[in-house]
């Protein structure tokens, strides 16, 4: 059974920095992608969007126009754990983060960082100005 356990979400003003982490287990960690989306505020599901993914064979990652040069995503593959460190914070970057991940098979692509396999319950970041 898979599963994944967010934690590290806050508030925090604009230009200020959180790290998310994510938990994994219940599947072969160096078979899959992982990634991280957001939903904001008012928005549906359907709209969840990928922020950054990363292949845990490669550690080949891809990252939003948004998010590049503030956000970083990376694995801890000894503890099955997926982090986005977050700089310079700004107020649209308010949103519910969900960590996610796909079965690829072990192949170092990201799975197009779009649809997942499974996410967890989310972790709320807010951004003030």
């Known amino acids: 059974q898979v599963q994944l356990v967010e934690s590290g979400g806050g508030l925090v003003q604009a230009g200020g920095s959180l790290r998310l982490s994510c938990a994994a287990s219940?599947?072969?960690?160096?078979?899959?992608?992982l990634g991280w989306f957001r939903q904001a505020p008012g928005k549906a599901e359907k709209e969840r969007k990928g922020v950054s993914c990363i292949s845990v064979f490669s550690s080949r990652a891809v990252y939003a126009d948004s998010v590049k040069g503030r956000f970083t995503i990376s694995t801890d593959n000894a503890k099955n754990t997926v982090y986005l460190q977050m700089n310079d914070l700004k107020p649209e970057d308010t949103a519910v983060y969900y960590c996610a991940a796909i079965n690829t098979g072990g192949s170092s692509h990201t799975g197009g960082c779009s649809e997942y396999d499974y996410y967890g319950q989310g972790t709320q970041v807010t951004v003030s100005s």
């Open positions: 219940g599947f072969p960690w160096t078979d899959y992608a």
